[in-house]
């Protein structure tokens, strides 16, 4: 199954479930705290009107009846103000008709009774509720019954209203909401600098392995904490398998060349020296044997090096050492080559590849060549990750449908000239294993122009 990165990084997800978490939390927290400031103001509001009932008994306590004539002069004029929300109510409960005493405030309303709502008493005996009072606000209610003996059975009820209570609770969950929403920028800001710096050793292992993909260091070095070092190691395991792997490839492929190479040169010796046709075939079919088996062999060992780790290689020096190479052999011809590379351009890729492609290229171009062969760079899109190098000769060049011809195996338009007909398709094959292409276009110069596309680092 091929690799495919997960839409979200690894410090996404984490920072976004430590977001998640951090804010059910805090909502979580300010629900919990909210409700119990609730109860804790609801209390507080509650004892303030109880204070009034107490007074209120006390006053119905009383034994003398002048005295209990002056029920309700609890000492808070808001009692007398009419419909000013505060107000209280004595009913008997043991007469014929029910006897209402309330204060000024109500007008001659009436308060509900709690007695008669499925409402019980607290562990004081008192009921508490909100109601709609006489002009539609909502009030906080306390009402007890008594028994004062002969005088009969009453329930004292007071009521204010809730407005104040809910001013306050609302007050409280505003400070409370700025507060955590402070809090969670605050906890994400940490979380933020939590995963930067949990995740900063991630972030030093790819940059390590990067380096050594690019061929900058060998293996993975640095230090990493206890998570990650097992990792490390693996990964340090896992290189050297690879070098060792490829080191052991190019030694059998070595044996294997040596070992046919010696059948086919005494192939080739003793059908020099013998008389009739078949000398002439054995020698024909033995140095194709032998190209190949060359070809064939290139061919593994590409195949082997293409997995490489590290491999990295200067292009300039290779190439300047190719074209005196070939400039020598062609000296008595009398050609010129030259290049325009830039030093510091490179090849993500092994050295014997690139010389391998370059060398059949600047092969073809010295062999065709009237007096002129140039290597140039063709700039590449910025952060393509490519290079291309222009291989061009000023020789009778390739007609437009002939073009394609030449890149298949073998294929040969001149069999007048030494060679396989096996450089350009072993090119190509190189090319395609290294993730580049190879194509051959007509020349400034008037010749043929091969198009080498390679990765680059």
Request: charged content about 25%; proline content about 6%.
């Given at each position: ?149 002969e005088d009969g059975r009453f329930t004292v009820a007071v009521a204010a209203p809730s407005d104040e209570l809910d001013a306050d609770i609302r007050e409280f969950r505003f400070a409370l909401t700025m507060t955590f929403v402070l809090l969670g920028l605050a906890l994400v800001a940490s979380t933020i600098v939590q995963v930067r710096f949990g995740l900063r050793p ?256």
């Amino acid at each position: 199954m091929p690799f495919r990165p997960h839409r979200y990084s690894l410090g996404a997800r984490l920072f976004v479930s430590a977001a998640v978490c951090c804010a059910l939390v805090l909502v979580l927290a300010g629900a919990g705290l909210t409700t119990f400031y609730r109860r804790s103001a609801e209390r507080g509001f509650d004892e303030r009107l109880s204070v009034y009932i107490k007074e209120l008994i006390a006053d119905l306590a009383a034994p003398p009846e002048t005295e209990r004539q002056a029920i309700g002069d609890l000492g808070e004029p808001r009692f007398d103000l009419p419909l000013s929300g505060w107000y209280w109510q004595i009913i008997r409960l043991d007469g014929e008709r029910p006897t209402i005493r309330a204060s000024r405030s109500l007008v001659g309303g009436q308060l509900p009774k709690l007695l008669d709502q499925p409402i019980l008493p607290n562990a004081r005996g008192i009921r508490e509720s909100y109601i709609s009072g006489p002009d539609d606000r909502s009030l906080r209610i306390l009402e007890r019954e008594i028994d004062v003996g002969e005088d009969g059975r009453f329930t004292v009820a007071v009521a204010a209203p809730s407005d104040e209570l809910d001013a306050d609770i609302r007050e409280f969950r505003f400070a409370l909401t700025m507060t955590f929403v402070l809090l969670g920028l605050a906890l994400v800001a940490s979380t933020i600098v939590q995963v930067r710096f949990g995740l900063r050793p991630l972030a030093r292992l790819r940059s390590a392995v990067g380096m050594v993909r690019t061929g900058e260091t060998p293996r993975i070095v640095g230090q990493y904490p206890p998570d990650l070092a097992p990792l490390a190691g693996e990964l340090n395991l896992l290189i050297d398998a690879n070098h060792e792997i490829l080191d052991r490839a190019r030694t059998q492929v070595g044996n294997l060349a040596h070992a046919l190479k010696t059948p086919l040169s005494v192939m080739l010796n003793e059908a020099e020296i013998g008389d009739g046709n078949l000398p002439q075939t054995v020698k024909a079919q033995a140095a194709v044997m032998r190209d190949q088996v060359q070809y064939y062999l290139d061919r593994a060992r590409a195949a082997a090096l293409s997995g490489a780790l590290g491999g990295v290689t200067e292009v300039v020096p290779s190439l300047e050492a190719l074209i005196r190479t070939f400039a020598k052999i062609s000296q008595g011809r009398g050609i010129a080559g030259s290049h325009s590379v830039s030093t510091g351009v490179r090849f993500r890729g092994d050295r014997q590849d690139f010389e391998e492609m370059l060398g059949n290229l600047l092969d073809n171009a010295f062999k065709w060549a009237e007096s002129t062969v140039a290597v140039s760079l063709d700039p590449a899109p910025a952060g393509s990750g490519r290079i291309v190098l222009l291989i061009d000769d000023d020789g009778p060049g390739l007609p437009d449908d002939a073009r394609a011809d030449m890149l298949k195996r073998g294929r040969r338009l001149d069999e007048g000239t030494p060679g396989s007909g096996l450089g350009l398709s072993i090119v190509v094959d190189l090319a395609k294993l290294h993730g580049g292409a190879l194509s051959l276009e007509r020349s400034p110069l008037g010749g043929l122009r091969a198009r080498l596309t390679l990765p680059s680092v």
